[in-house]
Structures are given as C-alpha cells and as structure tokens.
C-alpha cells in the first residue's frame, strides 16, 4: 500500500475541512489518493441515495434531488465560463 502525497502547504480553509470526519476523509482521498477512488465515492453516494429511496419511500427518492439541483446549476454556469 503506498501513501497518498499531499503538498506541504496547504491553505487554512482546506485543511480544516479535511479534518472533518466523514466528507473531509472522503474529499482528501479523492484529491491526493489514487483516480480510481471518484468512482467508489460515487457508488458509495448513489447507494447512499437508493436506501434512503427504500427506507423513507418517494419523499426519499425525491429531496436528494431537489437538493442537487443548485450543484447542478453551478456546474452548468462552469461549463458556459470555459
């Protein structure tokens, strides 16, 4: 198993969010490990997403993405700067 490597300076706002337990470990992977790693998160987050879909029934299936769609907008504003 080999070592992810990181810069050594890192801003302030970056390191306190990698120190946040669950979604800072999941990001600092995806930046600094291995590329293969943003297919596992977006599995992790689609399962994630279906078994709230089977425990809470529609509202379930349907807030996540109501939720999404302001990320969405901002990726599509990023693909029209350039």
């Known amino acids: 198993m080999t070592l992810?490597?990181?810069p050594s300076a890192l801003?302030?706002?970056q390191r306190l969010f990698f120190k946040?337990?669950?979604l800072g470990w999941v990001a600092k992977d995806l930046l600094f490990g291995d590329?293969?790693?943003v297919?596992?998160?977006l599995i992790g987050f689609?399962?994630?997403w279906l078994s709230s879909a089977l425990t809470f029934g529609l509202p379930g299936l349907y807030l996540p993405a109501l939720a999404l769609v302001p990320v969405?907008?901002?990726v599509l504003l990023l693909i029209t700067k350039g």
Do not use: E, H, Y
């Open 35 to 37: 590329k293969n790693n």
């Open 4 to 6: 992810a490597v990181q």
């Open 46 to 48: 689609v399962s994630l």
């Open 72 to 74: 969405v907008f901002v």
């Open 11 to 13: 801003p302030l706002w």
């Open 39 to 41: 297919w596992f998160a």
């Open 20 to 22: 946040i337990p669950v």
